[in-house]
């Protein structure tokens, strides 16, 4: 099993960094081809945007659910076993969507339990490649920002690409083609962590302090450890809190040059820099978050912590809707970009931040002052 601390440097290896990387990015492309060719297969079948909003929700809600109720099982089975079950999971309830379909066998609620079971399998897969990353850069001798930074790129990239592909696909060959190119995306993923990620890489982290014959927490006690460091540690939760709300919103400047009714090049100017500027952010709140947290909590903390960043998502949607019937689109666009300026620049007053600033020890130190009833290292 997995010790907490760092790679001896003589065995460092890009190989480990590298396959999470292209995991990451065989993963994000097939769910990005699915976005696109599942909605499209429902309309063109069916006719009905409602059903086509409903399949939608039947795969994001489960993602949201198991995903932060997965963190225990993360830790204790490892993040590599996880991956790649989950993975094969994914595809092969993606590739009987098609054969289904084929054989005349598919119907709506038929359709429905398939991509509830591919939301409820990506959400651990996806905890599972993120909780790898920093082991793999520790093993590479890449600093922790920078393996974060990179993480987001290909993240990106291949939410950029996915969409583009599968409307080439659902275009040129039609939705059914799409989602077997998914399917083949998600065999691949997992091909990539079971195969090419060097042995003992994404093994289960044990408790340095826990003895040998100590018996393992159960589920519920595994989920309530998380929960409590969360709940305990200021900087993340004042982390998560800004993350949601500005997930619930969007961009200030973006609000601002659409309300203002700019100019076409304007606007993709504002976006561009609105864009370049975000990526500057994510590694860093990345690379806090797995400094924070104890190596053995970390699929935990990071399910809860994700779970609450993205609930925001679908509901921001629904509360744009109805305001913007009821108010209008330009007072919302302005309410929105005020409340996102707000938030982002207020929080950074709050105290808990400064300790981004401070030097700190590793998740593990802090763990240990913790339970010796000294104040955590900050």
Same mark, same amino acid.
């Given at each position: 099993?997995?010790?907490?601390?760092?790679?001896?440097?003589?065995?460092?290896?890009?190989? @480990?960094?590298?396959?999470?990387?292209?995991?990451?990015?065989?993963?994000?492309?097939?769910?990005?081809?699915? =976005?696109?060719?599942?909605?499209?297969?429902?309309?063109?079948?069916?006719?009905?945007?409602?059903?086509?909003?409903?399949?939608?929700?039947?795969?994001?809600?489960?993602?949201?659910?198991?995903?932060?109720?997965?963190?225990?099982?993360?830790?204790?089975?490892?993040?590599?076993?996880?991956?790649?079950?989950?993975?094969?999971?994914?595809?092969?309830?993606? /590739?009987?969507?098609?054969?289904?379909?084929?054989?005349?066998?598919?119907?709506?609620?038929?359709?429905?339990?398939?991509?509830?079971?591919?939301?409820? /399998?990506? &959400? @651990? %897969?996806?905890?599972?490649?993120?909780?790898?990353?920093? #082991?793999?850069?520790?093993?590479?001798?890449?600093?922790?920002?920078?393996?974060?930074?990179?993480?987001?790129?290909?993240?990106?990239?291949?939410?950029?690409?996915? @969409?583009?592909?599968?409307?080439? *696909?659902?275009?040129?060959?039609?939705?059914?083609?799409?989602?077997?190119?998914?399917?083949?995306?998600?065999?691949?993923?997992?091909?990539?962590?079971?195969?090419?990620?060097?042995?003992?890489? &994404?093994?289960?982290?044990?408790?340095?302090?826990?003895?040998?014959?100590?018996?393992?927490?159960?589920?519920?006690?595994?989920?309530?450890? %998380?929960?409590?460091? *969360?709940?305990?540690?200021?900087? *993340?939760?004042?982390?998560?809190?800004?993350?949601?709300?500005?997930?619930?919103?969007?961009?200030? @400047?973006? $609000?601002?040059? *659409?309300?203002?009714?700019?100019?076409?090049?304007?606007?993709?100017?504002?976006?561009?820099?609105?864009? $370049?500027?975000?990526?500057?952010?994510?590694?860093?709140? %990345?690379?806090?978050?797995?400094?924070?947290?104890?190596?053995?909590?970390?699929?935990?903390?990071?399910? =809860?912590?994700?779970?609450?960043?993205?609930?925001?998502?679908?509901?921001?949607?629904?509360? /744009?809707?109805?305001?913007?019937?009821?108010?209008?689109?330009?007072?919302?666009?302005?309410?929105?970009?005020?409340?996102? $300026?707000?938030? +982002? +620049?207020?929080?950074?007053?709050?105290?808990?931040?400064?300790?981004?600033?401070?030097?700190?020890?590793?998740?593990?130190?802090?763990? #240990?002052?913790?339970?010796?009833?000294?104040?955590?290292?900050?």
């Amino acid at each position: 099993m997995t010790q907490e601390g760092p790679v001896i440097p003589g065995r460092r290896s890009l190989r @480990p960094l590298a396959g999470v990387l292209a995991a990451i990015a065989a993963s994000v492309t097939g769910t990005r081809i699915s =976005l696109i060719a599942l909605p499209w297969f429902v309309l063109v079948t069916t006719g009905s945007a409602t059903r086509t909003g409903l399949v939608a929700f039947f795969e994001m809600a489960p993602y949201v659910l198991v995903k932060a109720l997965s963190g225990p099982l993360v830790d204790r089975t490892g993040p590599r076993t996880v991956s790649w079950t989950t993975d094969l999971a994914s595809a092969a309830a993606a /590739a009987s969507i098609p054969l289904l379909h084929t054989l005349d066998l598919l119907s709506f609620p038929v359709l429905l339990g398939l991509v509830a079971l591919i939301g409820a /399998a990506r &959400g @651990p %897969g996806d905890l599972a490649k993120e909780v790898m990353v920093p #082991e793999a850069a520790e093993r590479a001798g890449t600093p922790l920002e920078q393996a974060m930074g990179l993480s987001g790129v290909v993240e990106r990239l291949a939410s950029t690409i996915g @969409p583009a592909a599968g409307g080439a *696909l659902v275009a040129l060959l039609g939705p059914m083609t799409g989602l077997v190119v998914n399917a083949g995306c998600f065999v691949l993923g997992s091909v990539i962590v079971a195969v090419a990620l060097p042995r003992g890489t &994404g093994r289960p982290a044990v408790d340095p302090s826990a003895s040998a014959d100590a018996q393992e927490p159960g589920y519920w006690r595994r989920f309530g450890e %998380g929960f409590t460091f *969360l709940r305990g540690d200021p900087l *993340l939760l004042a982390v998560i809190v800004v993350v949601g709300i500005t997930n619930l919103l969007a961009g200030a @400047p973006r $609000f601002l040059v *659409l309300a203002l009714d700019a100019p076409l090049g304007v606007v993709l100017a504002v976006f561009a820099v609105s864009g $370049f500027a975000a990526g500057f952010i994510n590694p860093v709140l %990345g690379a806090v978050l797995v400094e924070r947290v104890p190596r053995r909590m970390l699929g935990r903390v990071n399910a =809860l912590g994700d779970s609450l960043a993205w609930s925001g998502i679908p509901l921001g949607g629904l509360l /744009a809707g109805a305001a913007v019937t009821a108010a209008g689109l330009t007072p919302v666009l302005l309410v929105c970009g005020a409340a996102y $300026f707000l938030t +982002t +620049t207020l929080a950074g007053l709050r105290p808990e931040w400064r300790a981004m600033d401070r030097p700190r020890g590793n998740g593990a130190q802090r763990e #240990e002052a913790a339970r010796d009833g000294a104040r955590p290292v900050s």
